[in-house]
């Protein structure tokens, strides 16, 4: 009896075993991070008095790439150049899509006109997100990186007539928001602080500017202007090893506490905007009426919108949604429709919001404070 119980057991393990041999084993996806120097080969990028941006870019590009290698073993690095070669603006975006990448990061140097009596003082550090900025400055600097696309050959027709050193052109962006907006401040943030913290560079801020990469690209994504190359001291440090690590250690820390995080923040109390006065009725009032009971429970909002400067009353980019209400994160601001303690209800204002706004998304908050 004993033998044949032992036989029996035998086979159900032998069973067992086949069976677990022919289920597919499912394995975690990667975490794709895309690295992106900016330009490269017969496109040198801006300019300083012994090396150019270009040669910047790689060399961070590439001891970030070591770094995240080394240090994030469940992270796979795609680079859209990895030695001296032009890729052009749109095959950057397609390397990344892909790839399917999970982030985006576009590694560039700064630098201003060689008449401005600032070339050679002007310094700092700043990290941009997709936007459409009203701040001059910021437009210039997209104007200057996308004008690569000028290198290309019929580069009207591939970028379907637009004219990045024309500022109409750029209104075909003004609004438009990244579906993954949100993530990309956040990302932004991360990594500008240590640029301050770990590198030492002045803080220019996250900012906003329509440049293609960001526009083109379906993930989370930013570009880092690591400082300016035009002033000697900045691409002393910018061209030397030690300054090219640090650089790259405070991208890679940024997005190893973006990815600690999951890329979620706690943000400092909404305050209201005025409203647009086009669109008050009383189904907005509804809408927006969150009761004073409410204090201490989750209130549901709708986010449709980021800008890096408060809008007026009845600025065209808000679409005359009203009322709305703001908040500020990451030197950005972001606006919100609609307050209530029902998701059906709130459900019900994401639905009109996506009408005028297809990005927009549910947010919670409590206390006014937003949570995740």
Known sequence: MDTLRTYILRLVTVAVFMVAMTVPTVQARDFVVVIDPGHGGKDAGALGDKT???????????????????????????????????VTLQGRCDIANKAKADLFISIHANSIDKKSPKRKTINGAAVYTLGLSRSNANLEVAMRENGVMKL?????????????????????????????????????????????????????????APFWVLVKTGMPAILVELDFICNPTQEKFMSSASGQDKL??????????????????????????????????????????????????????????????????????????SPVE?????????????????????????KKVKKSFPQAFIIKTRDGKRIK
């Open 52 to 86: 150019n941006e270009k040669t910047v870019n790689l060399a961070v590009g590439l001891k970030l790439r070591k770094l995240l290698n080394k240090e994030m073993k469940d992270v796979k690095v795609v680079m859209t150049r990895d030695d001296d070669r032009f």
């Open 152 to 208: 290309e050959s019929d580069y009207s027709t591939t970028y379907q007539g637009f004219d990045p050193s024309s500022a109409e052109s750029y209104i075909m962006f003004e609004m438009m928001q990244h579906n993954n907006l949100d993530q990309s401040i956040n990302l932004a943030q991360a990594v500008q602080n240590e640029f301050v913290a770990t590198a030492g560079r002045r803080n220019l801020g996250v900012k906003q």
């Open 326 to 350: 703001s908040y500020r994160d990451g030197g950005l601001v972001k606006y919100t429709h609609g307050s209530t303690t029902s998701m059906a209800e709130a459900q019900k204002i994401l």
């Open 248 to 321: 790259a250690r405070s991208i890679f820390n940024g997005i190893k506490k973006y990815r600690g995080s999951n890329g979620k923040t706690t943000i400092a109390a909404q305050s209201p905007v005025v409203a647009n006065d086009a669109g008050d009725n009383e189904d907005a009032e509804a809408e927006t009426s969150a009761p004073a009971a409410a204090q201490g429970k989750i209130v549901y909002k709708v986010q449709f919108l980021t800008s890096d400067s408060e809008l007026r009353r009845g600025d065209k980019r808000l679409k005359g949604l």
